[in-house]
């Protein structure tokens, strides 16, 4: 016992203890002094950020769309794999493929493939007679593209987590339903939502976790760029901590996005606890 | 059962305290610098370009086969070494002895106290050779705080094979009723720009110029040229009221976004590398990228435009002024190197007149002393299986330092790069006008200022 939570502060709890510290600090890695006490001028100067504002409008954004498109369409394909399909194995192989990929490896892929020039995305979208577009470096564009980019590595994520818990169910529950004519859309509005009520939330909140750390893809495609519609909160962080070296900025940063995380896991988890 | 349970875990506990530590012991030891008995290791850190690649190949074996001290060189690119640098300077570590640095971190550093003067390294005589430009990067608050190594102004480069076409020559005559000719103005340019733009030469589609252009530094490197020769000054002169709304800064920035709608698709992504790959191919008329590029245009495994590209200095500004961004590395050492003595020995060495040439002719990035300039070695060379001279940039060069300026050199540059880059990324997007995006640019940058 003792081991593992000395382990534990070591790697745990005195991190998190001392970013608190230093979130109250105004501290400049690279200046060479001491960190000062400033009290929640950084938390001030956060909330007066138009940039704050911005990286939090954007990350919720991604969250809300990434992880509702892949509930549905992970969902969706579970479903279709439930009742079994012909070549089901490879195919279940091939749609688990994005996530075992490394994110840093799928935003590289993503860089070369939409590339404007010779990104193979445009070079079809060409022979076909579409305009060259710039996915990644459009203000319209590069955010709902890392949504598709995010959504494309981790619907089998949830996909997963789904099929399992549908093979889980109780057959007789389907046939029964069946018998009394139900169809298709009621079975799984009345019978399977309910019953999977515990795996979907799992999954969710694991995504919408996720999510919400975002900062792989930013990093290896826009960089939060094209002005700054794909800067999430974590790319904020990392541009003020690892670029400007503010780490105190960068440390009140964090604990809004902690913050923010807990509120809204919490909050959904509260809402689905209260209703079942 | 319980007490061999308790046993078996107390074992396992030692084994595993036990591999902590030896990996712990190892992990320390394979960053620091290390002197056995006879032989002293430098650890060092460069940017992957080519002046890192020939340290890396050539002059670290040679430096111990002379003196005996090994010199391992990790390449790692720049904004990984900005950050490594900082948090290896913030915990005092004494892993690495000597650092390649982007000059605009010179202040940065110099002002946290984390590099080692230079001052004595090289003596008055070899000072004077060095281009007073390069030595100015390289210095902080009257302290030399990094040997040069490498210069690039950024200059105007154009295509001379489609300037010396005489069909492009006729037409642009008849468009324009001038004759067609490297640009000297910047109206004059963009004329040309606008001519050459979508017209097709050697069966490629041309844009009209290229430049770096990507958010993050990009395209504040490309916009300070524009900047520099319109006589805009981003900052007052202590650096502590920024002065991106003033009329030059508006002017030379309206300019810049109006070009950039002659760039290539994707243009708003350009890295110097892009800039690169777009020459080679012959796909732009004209750019602006650092001198020292060249090479690359040259190199007949990658470029379809061998000896081709020609250099001028920066298209003159409205009221006659001719001023490239300066871009420069220099070399720096650590001030918690265990070795320092021979860290800064290294370091000069890496410069001294014949390794300036060695590195040039290796394709290392421009001369950084005045006398390589002029140096047989760099200036007879010839192309392979092409009459053009290798070098023959050098005098362009030589003359664009003498009008180039370095970034606002004050500690804060990287986090204004930062600030400005947006700013400028939505300005090119048509997002914001050129008037709204400097004013919050402006506004951004006094507040990281009162911070």
Redesign the interface.
Known sequence: MTPGLLFLAAVAIYPTIYSLVISFTRWRLTTGGDPVFVGFENYAGLLADPSFWNSVRVTLVFVVAAVVIEFLLAFGLALVFFRGLPGEKIMRSLILIPMLCAPVVVGLLARFSLEPTFGVVNQLMRSVGLPTTEFLGSPDLALPTLIVIDVWQWTPFLFLIFLAAMQGLPEEIIEASKLDGASWPRIIWHQFLPLLKYPIMVGVLLRLIDTFRVYDIVFMTTRGGPIDVTSTMSWQIYDVGFRSFTISYAAAYSWLLLLLVLVVVNSLIRKMVARS | MQKSNSRCAARR?TVGIALASALAMTGCAAGTAQSNSDQVTLNTIFLPATWGTVVKDQLAPLYEEETGVKVNVELIGR?AI??KV??L??GQDSSYDIFNLDYNWIP??G????LVPLDDAITADDKSDFLPLALDVSTWEGQLLGIPQTIHPAVLWYNSALYSDAATQADYLAATGEELAAPTTMDEWFEQVKFFDGRTFNGQELSGWAAQA???FGNVHTWLSFAYSYDCEPFNADFTQSTLSTPECIEATERWAEMMEYM???A??FTYDNVTTAAQQGTIATAVQWSWGQFATDDPASSQTVGQWEIVEMPEGPRGTSAGHLAAWVISVSKYSQNVDEAVKFAAWLETKKNDVFQASNGGGDPVRASSYSDPELTEQTLEGNDALRFRRLPTVLAAMESAKERPFF?GE??WE?TLS?EL??IS?G?RSVEEGLARADE?QN?NLS?
């Open positions: 506990a904004d900005h950050e900082a948090t300077f913030a940065e550093f002002e946290g106290g984390h990507a958010k993050g290539p698709a994707g708003n992504e500690p990287e986090i930062t947006t990324s939505a997007l997002e951004a507040r911070q």
